[in-house]
């Protein structure tokens, strides 16, 4: 892929690039708590989106997706905003910089990947975090710290996408380390690495192939839910709710509302629970509250949807230790953690029930924890 990026690169613009990268991420769990204040436990894939770029001494913007196979031109003006969705993530980066004072000039650039698109594994954030650290590299001699790079990743999502989403996936983008995990306090915004090798296990994705539309959608609404309840018991945000406050209010809220905050305040336990398992090496405790996560997702939160749960009752039944849909949701990944000895006969049972139910196989992928945001060459 380097080599392909590289070329496309100088076969346009006839000079010689940087190369960055930034990956896409898995959650273990703590879904839908980031923008409440609550905790995740995300970490970085080896799945990339990969960027060459050079400054061209213009005042715009030329980059061209490998991919998508567009070429697109833009200027550094609010107004300049592109029409096509995909240069939005790049405009907006390239603004949220500028926003917080930081310098942007013209560049070039051709990018692509190896993120699955809508599979749930934030190809999105892989993109606008990979932009966000060559820009800080290429103009900023890296002033802008890592964190903020971060959040420019997220406003650009909120301002230039329409999707009114938490941290942790540019978080995890551009934080993550090889064979770490991370727990991060999206209140405090502190976090800690968590060495991830579960021995005996192994982590795999199943992707549905179901796609998902996270703008305009019912993802904002989720969020503005949990809003309504944490301003109806006057708290800043769910992070300070306990099931005794939530139904305490129930007959002043409606019975949406109470499950999706039920939801949150459940999977903001669940998150420490795991983490102390996990450093107690009890790995079925963790698969548990796995699959604990999807049927909250599913019943109370109803972000699933009929492929990830046949895909989880699948999991089940092969007796695998833990299982849930991963990620925002309405499509994508269940993320699954299987006993070696469990593995091949998982996925095989998992591909063929699949298939003959919906016509096609899921994709599998294995998952390997490594770094975040760097640059290559
Ligand atoms: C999407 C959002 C994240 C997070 C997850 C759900 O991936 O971008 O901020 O809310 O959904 O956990």
């Known amino acids: 892929m380097n080599d392909k990026i590289i070329k496309e690169f100088k076969d346009r613009f006839h000079q010689e690039p940087s190369l960055y990268a930034s990956a896409g991420r898995i959650n273990l769990i703590g879904e839908h708590t980031d923008y409440n204040g609550g905790f995740v436990f995300p970490g970085a894939i080896e799945k990339v989106i990969m960027a060459a770029i050079k400054p061209n001494g213009l005042d715009k913007v030329r980059v061209y997706s490998v991919d998508i196979k567009e070429y697109v031109e833009f200027g550094l003006e609010e107004s300049d905003v592109p029409a096509q969705s995909w240069a939005r993530y790049i405009f907006g980066v390239c603004r949220e910089i500028i926003k917080r004072e930081g310098i942007v000039l013209g560049f070039d650039a051709v990018f692509g990947?190896?993120?699955?698109?809508?599979?749930?594994?934030?190809?999105?954030?892989?993109?606008?975090?990979?932009?966000?650290?060559?820009?800080?590299?290429?103009?900023?001699?890296?002033?802008?710290?890592?964190?903020?790079?971060?959040?420019?990743?997220?406003?650009?999502?909120?301002?230039?996408?329409?999707?009114?989403?938490g941290i942790m996936d540019q978080f995890a983008s551009v934080m993550g380390k090889k064979g770490q995990l991370m727990c991060l306090d999206?209140?405090?915004?502190?976090?800690?690495?968590?060495?991830?090798?579960?021995?005996?296990?192994?982590?795999?994705?199943?992707?549905?192939?179901?796609?998902?539309?996270?703008?305009?959608?019912?993802?904002?609404?989720?969020?503005?839910?949990?809003?309504?309840?944490?301003?109806?018991?006057?708290?800043?945000?769910?992070?300070?709710?306990?099931?005794?406050?939530?139904?305490?209010a129930k007959s002043e809220i409606s019975a949406e509302d109470y499950s999706r905050a039920k939801f949150v305040i459940e999977e903001k336990?669940?998150?420490?629970?795991?983490?102390?398992?996990?450093?107690?090496?009890?790995?079925?405790?963790?698969?548990?509250?796995?699959?604990?996560?999807?049927?909250?997702?599913?019943?109370?939160?109803?972000?699933?949807?009929?492929?990830?749960?046949?895909?989880?009752?699948?999991?089940?039944?092969?007796?695998?230790?833990?299982?849930?849909?991963?990620?925002?949701?309405?499509?994508?990944?269940t993320i699954n953690l299987v006993k070696d000895e469990q593995y091949d006969d998982f996925i095989a049972t998992a591909k063929e029930k699949f298939a003959s139910k919906y016509g096609h196989e899921p994709k599998i992928y294995h998952v390997n924890i490594s770094d975040g945001a760097h640059k290559i060459q």
């Open 269 to 333: 336990d669940r998150v420490l629970a795991v983490c102390a398992a996990l450093d107690a090496g009890d790995y079925e405790t963790v698969g548990r509250k796995m699959y604990e996560t999807h049927e909250g997702l599913s019943k109370d939160y109803e972000v699933s949807c009929e492929e990830l749960d046949y895909l989880n009752d699948i999991a089940r039944q092969c007796g695998v230790s833990g299982s849930r849909i991963m990620g925002g949701g309405f499509g994508g990944c």
């Open 113 to 165: 990947g190896n993120v699955p698109l809508g599979a749930g594994l934030s190809s999105s954030a892989a993109l606008e975090s990979c932009f966000a650290f060559a820009l800080n590299d290429l103009f900023n001699n890296n002033s802008i710290g890592k964190f903020e790079l971060a959040r420019i990743g997220q406003s650009t999502e909120h301002n230039y996408c329409g999707v009114n989403c």
């Open 186 to 248: 999206c209140r405090s915004m502190e976090y800690e690495y968590h060495p991830f090798d579960p021995q005996g296990y192994k982590l795999v994705l199943i992707d549905s192939v179901v796609k998902h539309e996270l703008a305009d959608s019912p993802y904002n609404k989720r969020r503005q839910s949990c809003e309504r309840v944490a301003a109806h018991l006057g708290i800043d945000t769910l992070r300070d709710a306990t099931m005794e406050m939530l139904d305490a």
